[in-house]
Nanobody, 116 residues
């Protein structure tokens, strides 16, 4: 089973930027970035296929967040710009190893806090 490790979270002021990294222990078909704020359901923020295709971006972050991947490093990035306080959450990554597989290999999460 592929395992993933997130990094790059932190505290930033509204309007600032952060880049999250998700390093996988092996090959993946698709990697997704999720987030969960206190008292809220976990939601998929963005996803990217191994070849860079079939991406998904949550409507509320379109134009601000960009997902990308470096297959040579088995790493997926989430560039977050123009951050808002409502982006505050624990961000997780997980992977599908095939097109029909469930997301698995969840990392420990990285906290993103945006102050107003």
């Amino acid at each position: 089973q592929v395992q993933l490790v997130e990094s790059g979270g932190g505290l930033v002021q509204a309007g600032g930027s952060l880049r999250l990294s998700c390093e996988a222990s092996g090959r993946t078909f698709r990697v997704g970035w999720f987030r969960q704020a206190p008292g809220k359901v976990r939601e998929l923020v963005a996803a990217i296929k191994w070849d860079g295709g079939l991406t998904y971006t949550l409507d509320s972050v379109k134009g601000r967040f960009t997902i990308s991947r470096d297959n040579a490093k088995n790493t997926v990035y989430l560039q977050m710009n123009s951050l808002k306080p409502e982006d505050t959450a624990v961000y997780y990554c997980a992977a599908q190893v095939t097109v029909s597989a469930e997301y698995a290999g969840w990392g420990q999460g990285t906290q993103v806090t945006v102050s107003s």
